[in-house]
């Protein structure tokens, strides 16, 4: 056995060893940012199908899935499956929460969801995504990906990526601005594309790249 | 359809990206890139975070 675990590298990885503290606290909210937008497009595409587009209550249940996550009440486990489908479970067991306060006919449906969501064995169904939903998780796994990045690498790498690629700065001015030689903002850029590749190598993006939609 | 992203995300890629394919997946990431930003400046995502915040102090103080 290890002595010491390695230290979880990407946004994902350190979800699955989500506890409760700042770390935490600070995880939630990197991947709340991240993660908003399809969890917003998913409880809004369940709350439809039962006629339910009350902005107020997509907010609720949104705000109730991350209040889960940051409180690290309902820790990720991979060998159950894909982050994505756990997930989705999530958020549906939120939506049809809410759904039971609304309307009674919810109430046998529930007991069902959380029976699958705190059973450490049970593996998850894969998720059935919308397009719309499907092109938002495809942005939100780019963006951390891009996030991760980030942490791995100088400040100034980042920076110099970020200016020319990101935001279209021409390399020259970059160099100029920052006071380094020219090849060092094309080394910045290649360093940093060769670490995508590495990091998208992971297993955990493995997962969630390859066999679903978003391939 | 397959994108230069496929091959970034292929473990059995050992071929560098070519010029064309690292611009398109640059392209790719920009757009992700830009839409998550446009979506952080919000003010909507702004009054959820507030939303979550309150409700983990409120779970805090009652625990």
Redo the contacts between chains.
Sequence with gaps: MALFQDTPVTLLSRLEKCEEGPGHQKTW?VF???Y??PVRIAVATILERHQQSDETLI?DV??DV??AF??AKFSYNPDRGKFRNYLWQLITWKAMRALRNLNHHFREVEPLLLAELVDPNAPMPDARLTLPEIAAC???L??SL?EDVRSQVGPQTFLIFELT??RGVPPEEVALELGVKRNVVDNAVRRI?LK??EL??KPE??RE??ENHL? | MKTTWDKIFDPHSSAPLTSEEEEQSLEELLLAYRENEALLSAPEHQRLVDIIEERLLREELTE
């Design positions: 909210r709340f940012d991240l908003h937008r907010d949104v705000a991350f209040v940051a409180k495809r942005v939100a780019l963006c891009m690629k990101l594309m995508l590749k998208a190598l993006y493995q790249y390859h391939g």
